[in-house]
């Protein structure tokens, strides 16, 4: 059984997914914009819904902090920059692989 971790990298706006303390995947992720940036720190998944509709993409997991997620987009130029309200955006391929990995409590990593 796999023991998954996910960080998020901030500075190169990455996502890596992590077995352990090995990175097994990376993914671009678009991150917080300048006035709401994307909180540092330590969280967990704490829900997932498919199809959540709006700017979400197709696939949405919640995280311990409230209002804030990893989700998919629906305008995918947005990967790679500082775009959102403070979640986590990934292209709407890439979060629906790492949905079918991650169970909900995954631990998540925010870091500069």
Not at 7 to 33: A, C, E, H, M
Not at 60 to 80: A, C, E, F, R, V
Request: aromatic residues 8%; charged residues 20%.
């Amino acid at each position: 059984m796999p023991n998954y971790r996910i960080i998020v990298d901030l500075s190169d706006r990455n996502l890596y997914l992590l077995d352990g303390n090995t990175v097994t995947r990376s993914f671009p992720v678009g991150i917080g914009k300048m006035v709401t940036k994307t909180p540092k720190g330590e969280y967990t998944i704490i829900n997932k819904q498919a199809n959540p509709g709006g700017p979400f993409g197709a696939f949405w997991m919640g995280l311990s902090k409230p209002h804030y997620g990893i989700h998919g987009t629906n305008d995918p130029s947005s990967i790679g920059r500082e775009v959102s309200h403070g979640c986590i955006r990934m292209y709407n391929e890439d979060v629906l692989q790492l949905s079918q990995l991650v169970p909900i409590h995954t631990r998540v990593t925010i870091r500069p």
